[in-house]
Nanobody
Framework: QVQLVESGGGLVAPGGSLRLSCEAS????????LMWFRQAPGKEREGVSC???????GYAWTVKDRFTISRDNQQRTMYLQMTNLELEDPGVYYC????????????????????WGEGALVTVSS
């Protein structure tokens, strides 16, 4: 049974940092690209970042240069280091996978997603 479990969410002031983690089980995550999506209240879910099985990465332009995605296959865990958080960043952050090896051009298409976690809430407030 595929499971993706996010952790590390919380409340941070604008300009602050947080690190999210996603622990994968029930499959061999090494072979697949993993993604972070987020959903703010009243808005559609959007792709944040992707990391492929070969460590290639992709970012939404809104977070590029502020967020860093990484993975530790031995720990079966993916991370999202978020710095310089802005008032537009809050939402529920989801760990997701389309069960494909690479991110590709359409990694942020929600239609491709096969599995996702329960999400981690990120709040940015002064």
């Amino acid at each position: 049974q595929v499971q993706l479990v996010e952790s590390g969410g919380g409340l941070v002031a604008p300009g602050g940092s947080l690190r999210l983690s996603c622990e994968a089980s029930g499959f061999t995550p090494d072979y697949y690209a993993l993604m972070w999506f987020r959903q703010a209240p009243g808005k559609e879910r959007e792709g944040v970042s992707c990391i492929s099985s070969t460590m290639g990465t992709g970012y939404a332009w809104t977070v590029k240069d502020r967020f860093t995605i990484s993975r530790d296959n031995q720990q079966r865990t993916m991370y999202l280091q978020m710095t310089n958080l802005e008032l537009e960043d809050p939402g529920v952050y989801y760990c997701e996978t389309a069960m494909k090896r690479f991110c590709g051009e359409t990694w942020d298409a929600e239609d491709n997603i096969k599995y996702w976690g329960e999400g981690a809430l990120v709040t940015v407030s002064s």
